[in-house]
């Protein structure tokens, strides 16, 4: 199984510590690593086809300064496509003058949907070629970008029909909001005032987010499986899509 992380905040946010135990994960799932995050309307992109755990490009990213609003991180265990560059997520793409991010965990059987407009495969995932099948759903639907509601709707209509082919956890950014869909495994958390401290599931390190946030700040956190030993980690029910906004799950 591969491994999703997604972190949606109100104010730019440090994502090492959360990042530090994600990647731990890779000892396991070997099969490539990526994280992509926004800067403004921009993203940065870091993909490697090979483990985060040994990758010189992941250890960079676990010293480098990222503060962001919107994170979406992914560590492959390949199950369709060989193992490759072209087939590591997050994979990007532009549509309505933004950029939108998409990570997958999960395994599509028999999925081959007509693409016919401008969005096609660079690799030889499914996943990718749910991506693709998305954002040209999205442009049937919507002739200029919708509202997060709007959006949210749509994304939740175009899931099943994914879904019918196999496991579709999944996350997806255009840098205001961050979507999250559960086929079997998810977990989420918001992070806020009063801040505690935090250990890590897979690490020896504990940090006090008391003492690197303000009381202002609020960030919600959706994983595969819970980061932290001590922090109410809630899963998402089968079939479930949420929709997270300026760090908290929105009722859409």
Sequence with gaps: MCQLLGMNGNTPTDIVFSFTGFATRAVEHKDGFGIAFFEGPGVRCFVDHHSASESPVAAMVRHYPIRSKHVIAHIRKATQGRVALENTHPFVRELWGRY?????????KDYHPKLHAAFHPV?????E???????????????SLPSVRDLTETLRELAAPIARHGTFNSLRSHGD??????????????????????RLQDDDLTVNFAEHTTPSDRVAVVVTEPLTADEPWQAFAPGELKVFEAGKPLLV
Excluded: M, Y
Aim: a positive charge; hydrophobic letters at 50%; one cysteine or more.
């Design 100 to 108: 939108w991010v998409f990570a997958h965990n999960g395994d599509l």
């Design 123 to 127: 690799g030889d995932t499914d996943s």
């Design 129 to 143: 070629r749910a991506f693709c099948w998305i954002l040209q759903e999205l442009a049937k639907n919507h002739a």
């Design 177 to 198: 909001a961050l979507w999250a869909h559960a086929s079997t495994r998810l977990h989420w958390l918001v992070r806020q005032h009063p801040f505690a401290r935090a």
